[in-house]
């Protein structure tokens, strides 16, 4: 295997392994329209980082996480509803990108490759980027993973028992910020959210406490990531949609399996 | 009377909206002291409950407890999420214990230690609130704050929550404030009662609240004829599978 595929496949596998246990906050918290904007957003900030010639990588990231705090403060002077704002910055940040990138047309980008991804733009300096980001994360994931938990159980229980409820909800957001903003080039834009959604919901049948369903969520992740890749080298299809058609058939093979199973043994 | 006072609320105030919710509402709740609040609908109870617990700020009036009050709250209801798998025993460890207190022992005074593995969106309403008392009692409590603790559980479970509630109040001796429409079995282990209905009506010892003509106005006659009929015992008990014990309180 050439070099690419493999910056590519372990720069997948990184994203999988955190994916997995921020996914299952997502997916208990119903956080994935909240994904899906941070991950529309990022696409204003590739368009402002070609715009004014900065790194990419840091402005998509910059611009996730400015996104995030706006999204967090928003939220807390409930004037709309999480769901009308989240429709509005999605859509709206999604277009202003689209329009800058089609109006800078001094630059020809590969738009395809960020909505989609695409596993030839992986470089070296990207994977150290993902390395470190899917590192911190999963440390922060691991120091306050119960914390972070009881305030998804029960946030007013949390907060009685002195549990920093908001700072922890403004790190859970800043962390999907996070590891939005260094996937999109191995996922795209579109696609991201699939990763934190699908794999955890593929676990859920299978677990029996929120340990085990986050863990799970990590192997079936993996497990898509190295699927979807080897599809995307011998096929030649694109990174992004095959890594989430392998994912999606793993999610039906656990609903699909134990009724299979089931049927056979009466 | 003379113990430590635990928590003290004084003339607290609170509009949501136009809406006067409470308006200059006190009470506190001493140690070892039983304090119910009851009222229609509606009322304001929950809401001085928040602020009590400091979950809601009050327009005006003060909240004065001692610091690093150890409170246990039981709040009315828990909704888990249909994608969370989570067992009783994982419910439990993700509380802030301030001191070690196994959990095999909590479960074991709030009489659910066979429910330990059982997964929390399978277990009936009433063996839901003795989890949710359990989660109160594991911040080994000086306050117990309770809400509607007895919701959703039977008539024959109502009276054992309560007598467990009070078997507590008396071995940790802690001080409990809870929210109650079950008057008739809570007037007899209460020692204040508070009718509230945005303001205080009236507080006091149960039997001088009965008599009380705003709690009759509140109520009606007829609960005040329950509270007078409700001074038989029953000369036997069931468990929690509804099977015929032999008497173990009283």
Redesign the interface.
């Known amino acids: 295997m050439t070099d690419f595929i493999l910056r590519a496949l372990l720069a997948g596998l990184c994203i999988a392994i955190v994916a997995g246990p921020l996914g299952a906050f997502v ?2 918290r ?1 956080m994935s329209y909240f994904g899906d904007t941070l991950a529309h957003s990022s696409l204003l900030g590739i368009a402002i980082g070609i715009l004014l010639d900065i790194n990419l990588q840091l402005a998509v990231i910059a611009s996730s996480v400015l996104f995030a705090v706006i999204l967090i403060l928003l939220q807390r002077n409930k004037t709309l509803s999480t769901d009308t704002l989240l429709g509005i910055l999605a859509h709206s940040t999604l277009a202003f990108g689209m329009l800058i990138l089609s109006l800078s047309s001094a630059v020809q980008i590969n738009l395809v490759g960020y909505l989609f991804g695409d596993l030839l733009t992986i470089s070296t300096v990207d994977l150290w980027w993902i390395a470190g980001c899917a590192a911190v994360v999963a440390t922060l994931l691991a120091v306050y993973w ?2 972070l ?2 305030v ?3 946030e ?8 920093p409820v908001d700072r922890l909800h403004a790190m859970m957001v800043l962390m999907v910020a996070l590891l939005i903003a260094v996937s999109m080039k191995i996922i795209g834009v579109l696609l991201i959210t699939s990763l934190l959604i699908i794999p ?2 593929a676990a ?1 049948r299978l ?4 340990e ?2 986050a863990l799970g969520a990590s192997v079936v992740g993996g497990l898509a990531v190295c699927g979807g890749l080897l599809m995307s080298y011998y096929l030649d299809t694109p990174a992004g949609p095959s890594i989430v058609v392998a994912a999606c058939a793993f999610f039906l093979l656990s609903y699909l399996a134990p009724a299979l199973l089931g049927r056979r043994v009466q | 009377m003379d113990n430590l006072c635990l928590v003290q609320a004084k003339d607290i105030s609170i509009q949501f909206g136009d809406r006067q919710v409470l308006q200059e509402v006190s009470l506190s709740v001493r140690q070892g002291q039983v304090v119910t609040l009851i009222g229609p609908n509606g009322a304001g109870k929950t809401t001085l409950v928040r602020i009590i617990l400091g979950l809601l700020a009050p327009q005006s009036g003060s909240i004065e407890k001692p610091k690093n009050l150890r409170i246990g709250y039981m709040p009315q209801k828990l909704h888990i999420e249909p994608t969370m798998p989570i067992t009783v025993k994982r419910f439990l460890e993700l509380a802030r214990h301030t001191r070690a207190t196994p959990i095999d022992a909590i479960l074991e005074e709030v009489q659910i230690k066979h429910l330990m593995d059982h997964q929390l969106r399978s277990i009936s309403g009433g063996e839901m609130q003795r989890v949710l008392l359990a989660r109160a009692l594991s911040q080994t409590p000086q306050l117990l704050v309770l809400d509607e603790p007895a919701q959703g559980v039977d008539v024959a479970g109502q009276a054992d929550l309560y007598q467990l509630i009070n078997d507590i109040r008396s071995r940790h001796n802690c001080g409990v404030l809870m929210i109650s429409h079950d008057l008739h079995l809570v007037m007899a282990k209460t020692d204040e009662v508070i009718c509230l209905n945005h303001h205080i009506c009236c507080h006091g010892h149960p039997e001088q609240v009965s008599m009380d003509p705003s709690y009759l106005a509140l109520f009606g006659k007829k609960e005040a004829k329950n509270l007078a009929v409700y001074t038989h015992h029953h000369n036997h008990h069931h468990d929690l599978t509804g099977e015929v014990v032999e008497h173990t309180h009283d």
């Not at chain 1, 007013?156 to 549990?163: I, P, S």
């Not at chain 1, 677990?207 to 929120?210: G, H, L, R, S, V």
């Open positions: 997916v208990w119903r119960n914390s938990l009881a998804t159980v029960h007013e229980l949390a907060r009685v028992e002195g549990v955890p919901a859920r677990a029996e406490t929120p085990q369903m």
